[in-house]
């Protein structure tokens, strides 16, 4: 039986690629992976490690294939790849605005977009220091979206960032797996 294709795309929140590649190993068991990674990722050398570090860690998690990171590289991903389904994880606050308002400006923006035309579900594994604040509005614009879904999520640390909030990594699949079938994993607040 052919495994469903399953888009992972990467944002810059470099503090959580450990935990979600960690999250996402059972993924490549289930779905055939296609690796994405927003320029800023794939450019960007961090103490969290270098860009060249995570490519090659999201390859061989997606089975050894070459990463999307262009906007041109991304745009067959909906009219020819056909995706089962997208996962953004981690997404930043950054995409997040830029999901909710339209704009089109990285292979992962890009890769929703493309996605999204052909009514399958768009999953987002968010992360950022002010999802109860300046985020909090693009949420809710997504939260209403079709075929938008979210990975169920709750503050990492209210004491010392009181407006963060990421999303419960270990949920991924379970997200994944409920969007397919149309529906949002709940609880949704951690």
């Keep these: 039986m052919e495994r469903k ?19 996402a190993r059972p993924l490549a068991e289930t779905y055939e992976l296609v690796p994405i990674m927003s320029d800023t990722a794939a450019e960007t050398d ?3 490690g270098t860009a060249t570090e995570h490519i090659r860690a999201l390859a ?5 294939k070459r990463v999307v990171t262009t906007i041109a590289e991304a745009e067959p991903l909906g009219p020819k790849l056909g995706l089962d389904a997208l996962l953004i994880a981690p997404c930043t606050g950054n995409t997040l605005s830029k999901l909710a308002h339209g704009v089109t400006d990285s292979a992962v923006t890009m890769a929703a977009k ?22 909090a509005e693009n949420i809710a614009r997504l939260l209403n979206r079709k075929n938008v879904y979210f990975v169920p999520f709750g503050q ?15 949920l991924l699949g379970a997200a994944v797996e409920a969007a397919l079938e149309g529906r949002q994993l709940q609880p949704l607040l951690r």
Excluded: W
């Design 5 to 23: 294709k399953l888009g992972l795309a990467l944002c810059g929140s470099y503090c959580t690629y450990e935990k979600l590649f960690a999250a």
């Design 46 to 48: 961090t103490r969290f």
């Design 114 to 135: 493309a996605h999204l035309r052909n009514g399958r579900p768009l999953v987002i594994a968010f992360s950022t220091n002010d999802a109860l604040s300046g985020s």
């Design 60 to 64: 061989e998690l997606c089975g050894g």
């Design 156 to 170: 990492d640390d209210p004491q010392g960032k009181p407006c963060s909030m990421q999303a419960d990594f270990s």
